[in-house]
């Protein structure tokens, strides 16, 4: 979504600048939570580890890499080895300036992350750790994963993780493990499914629409798998989490956002803070 200017959905609200995917938001403002988000402050300690005698180098990056943005991605990276594990992701990173990010430890930079996207503060989940390296989940592009060196970053916990299954048509909110809330929610249509795999939550993004139910959109990581496939408009746009106006769940019937009952999004927004990982499973 674009920053609070409205956009296709798919994506995000607040104080990104894009349009949302076929039900998505184009750019994000921060999620907030009454009781989960961030507390600000101190850096974990955990922030900048210090660098074992095995650290790889990481080696400088090569001239004209991109920067990942909310509707540029970019290519080489290795996917996610885990894409259907709904492991609970405990902890989210977020770089102090913009830093490059490698296919593996100690291999090549591939494209930039910055400390915000569309003015929304970028928090990705952290997957692993090698050799004083971490691996984390990226933005704008689905089921993949890169690699930060050691230092130019923080930590912080993330309690809370959502689980969509498709085929069952029931989204679950969990918290520290444990499941909170479930809900019947309707999925993306045949042709444009909800992407699977390991995402996370961007930020929200406000749209005028009256099918939103008045409720800002919760928009994700991930784009549509098929680009081609969603609605006009909604090419740059990312998958999202919305309200829907009509009490029609259960189904598969969008461009690939996931439709949710007006008081099940409005537990969300509240609850659900940016960083926070999402699984989608068949």
Same mark, same amino acid.
């Given at each position: 979504? +674009? ?10 609200? !607040? ?91 100690? !291999? ?7 400390? +915000? ?49 498709? !085929? ?115």
């Amino acid at each position: 979504m +674009q920053p609070r200017r409205a956009v296709a959905l798919l994506a995000l609200a !607040g104080a990104l600048v894009a349009p949302l995917a076929a039900c998505g938001s184009k750019h994000p403002k921060a999620a907030s939570s009454t009781a989960t988000a961030p507390a600000s402050g101190a850096p974990d300690a955990s922030a900048v580890p210090s660098a074992p005698a095995t650290t790889p180098p990481a080696a400088p990056p090569p001239a004209g890499i991109p920067t990942i943005t909310y509707t540029q991605a970019a290519t080489g990276f290795p996917a996610d080895p885990d894409q259907s594990s709904t492991t609970p992701l405990g902890e989210g990173l977020q770089v102090d300036s913009k830093l490059p990010v490698y296919d593996a430890p100690g !291999g090549q930079a591939r494209a930039y992350l910055t400390r +915000q996207i569309s003015g929304v503060d970028l928090v990705m989940p952290v997957v692993a750790r090698r050799d004083g390296w971490v691996a984390v989940l990226l933005p704008s592009m689905n089921r993949s994963v890169g690699w930060l060196a050691p230092g130019g970053w923080q930590t912080r916990p993330l309690h809370d993780q959502i689980v969509v299954h498709r !085929g069952a048509f029931t989204l679950t909110w969990l918290r520290d493990g444990v499941a909170q809330q479930k809900w019947t929610v309707t999925v993306g249509a045949p042709t444009t499914q909800t992407p699977l795999g390991r995402t996370f939550v961007l930020g929200r993004s406000s749209l005028p629409s009256k099918v939103y139910a008045g409720l800002d959109v919760i928009a994700l990581g991930a784009v549509p798998d098929d680009k081609a496939a969603v609605a006009d408009g909604l090419a740059d746009a990312h998958t999202g989490i919305h309200a829907w106006y009509r009490n029609e769940f259960g189904y598969r019937k969008s461009n690939g956002c996931v439709r949710m009952p007006p008081a099940a999004q409005k537990v969300l927004l509240d609850n659900i803070p940016s960083g926070t990982s999402v699984v989608v499973l068949p």
